[in-house]
């Protein structure tokens, strides 16, 4: 399975149905959801396996990094121009 896109947002009744930490409501909260779904029917039933479930929460967490990375990159080197072009002007 691999992630090329964000899924939908979950609403906050979700979130809390789903019982998502605040510390991972982002974009992939719904990957979180599934796998965390999962874990729970692994407990009652040994077979149950979450490993895909794990690695597509884990790629979209990667994903979403990768994206604000390149979100901060674009803002620092918009700074720097308006910086440049102010200290021009002077």
Known sequence: MSVTEFPPLLSDEDLQKYKVPLRWRDRCAAYFALYHTCLIRQSAN???NCKLDKHAW???ENLDYIRRQKELSEVKE???AELAAAS???
């Open 88 to 90: 021009e002007s002077d």
């Open 78 to 80: 918009a700074r720097r």
């Open 58 to 60: 884990e790629e979209c």
């Open 46 to 48: 040994s077979s149950v």
